[in-house]
Each structure stands twice: as structure tokens, then as C-alpha cells.
């Protein structure tokens, strides 16, 4: 299994921009089978999903972060990533950054295009305040 | 937007079973993942696609969906299983992944 391991600023302001990145360790980034993804997680809530991108760079979004989120994978660096603009304090979260596999054959008729995710990073903790 | 519901809590004796349920609407024909997030660490895959174990997680965990409700159990309950379990699908109506609201399974 590969480790990864998030690594950013932990406090950020309001209105700025929340850049975070992913490095892969003990396995490529580039592998076939494998996508990329971040997941966010607010004090005693439930995870959300933010995006998961494939090496080649094709990404998906959540539609309801879409035009504040970028997801972006450097191969050369065996990294991945994000960057959530105009931030407020709703966005103080736990990051975390996991490996997402590929649909069972089961659910391609179901129109399923990813699996679960596993490994995950051991997050970071961003808090948005002034 | 695709919904999934759990219960917020579920208790349990220890060497006794425990099903945690997610709620959704045709959930059995989704690939559903569940997780194990133990105070202060990463959620860890325990199930994936409905019923399958991921290598080294005890035979202990199982999975089953069908209609509108997906079920971990958790059989012969240990104080070590004592967590948050959150269920997660991808939705192919709306393209976007979704989670449940977690259950929190107390080992009395």
C-alpha cells in the first residue's frame, strides 16, 4: 500500500485560498488502475467529498464546491494538489488525501466511475479565521 | 441530491453483533464502501462494494445491501471496534460521492 501524507498551512484568512498537496510515497503516482482524491472533514461531522483526479489529469469535481476547487497531480514530484479559493470559516476542516480505486465490474452497469477509498492520508487540520 | 441516512448511534455488548444501516434510495444496486474512523485518526476502509473485506480486516466485518438499505455487521463485537462507521457511494444520477452521517457504535 502506499502512505500519503497532506502537508500545508494549518490557518488560512478569510477570503484567500487554501492550497494543500498530497505526496505518494512507497508507489507511483502514476499507475493505471488508481485515481486521487480529497476529502474534507468539519469538526464532528461527516466527510465530504471534494475531488478525485487521475494522473493523466482528468478530474472530478463535487458540483457544489466546482468553481472553488482545482485539483492538479505534478508526476514528476509523485503529488497531487488542491486549492479551494475564497475561503471562510465553513471551510475549516480536516483535509485529507486518499488513493480511490477503480468501479466493480458489478456497478459499471449501474453507471458507478470510482470505488472506495483506501489508504488515507492522516489529514491535516485547516481552520479559517482572521 | 442523492441522501444517505444512519443512525446516530448504535450500542452494543461485547461477543454480541451489531449492524449499523445506511438508508438510500436504491442502495442495493450501488457499490457501497464503509469505514472504521477511530477519536483523532483517518478513516480505514473496512467494507467495499457491499460485502467485500479489504485484506486485514477480521472476518468479523460483513456487508450486505439490498432494496433501499444497506447493513455492516459487526459480529462478536470487540471494545476495539468502538468507532464512527460511515457508509459512501457514488451516485451515477448526479456524478458526485456521497457520504452517510456516520453512526457512532459504543461498546458498552
Known amino acids: 500500500q502506499p502512505q500519503l501524507q497532506e502537508s500545508g498551512p494549518g490557518l488560512v484568512k478569510p477570503s484567500e485560498t487554501l492550497s494543500l498537496t498530497c505526496t505518494v510515497s512507497s508507489g507511483s503516482i502514476i499507475n493505471t488502475t488508481y485515481y486521487w482524491g480529497w476529502i474534507r472533514q468539519p469538526p464532528g461531522k461527516a466527510p465530504e467529498w471534494l475531488g478525485t483526479i487521475y494522473y493523466s489529469g482528468s478530474i472530478y469535481h463535487n458540483p457544489s464546491l466546482k468553481s472553488r476547487v482545482s485539483i492538479s497531480v505534478d508526476t514528476s514530484k509523485n503529488q497531487f494538489s488542491l486549492k479551494l479559493t475564497s475561503v471562510t470559516a465553513a471551510d475549516t476542516a480536516v483535509y485529507y488525501c486518499?488513493?480511490?480505486?477503480?468501479?466493480?465490474?458489478?456497478?459499471?452497469?449501474?453507471?458507478?466511475?470510482?470505488?472506495?477509498?483506501?489508504?488515507w492520508g492522516q489529514g491535516t487540520l485547516v481552520t479559517v479565521s482572521s | 441530491s442523492y441522501v444517505l441516512t444512519q443512525p446516530p448511534s448504535v450500542s452494543v455488548a461485547p461477543g454480541q453483533a451489531a449492524r449499523i444501516t445506511c438508508e438510500g434510495k436504491n442502495i442495493g444496486d450501488k457499490g457501497v464502501h464503509w469505514y472504521q474512523q477511530k477519536p483523532g485518526q483517518a478513516p480505514v476502509l473496512v467494507i467495499h462494494?457491499?460485502?467485500d473485506r479489504p485484506s486485514g480486516i477480521p472476518e468479523r466485518f460483513s456487508g450486505f445491501n439490498s432494496g433501499n438499505t444497506a447493513t455492516l455487521t459487526i459480529s462478536r463485537v470487540e471494545a476495539e471496534d468502538e468507532a464512527d462507521y460511515y457508509c459512501?457511494?457514488?451516485?451515477?444520477?448526479?456524478?458526485?460521492?456521497?457520504f452517510g452521517g456516520g453512526t457512532k457504535l459504543a461498546v458498552l
Open positions: 462494494f457491499g460485502g
Open positions: 486518499a488513493r480511490q480505486g477503480p468501479p466493480s465490474e458489478r456497478f459499471l452497469w449501474f453507471g458507478e466511475l470510482l470505488g472506495s477509498f483506501d489508504p
Open positions: 459512501h457511494i457514488w451516485d451515477s444520477d448526479s456524478d458526485v460521492q456521497v
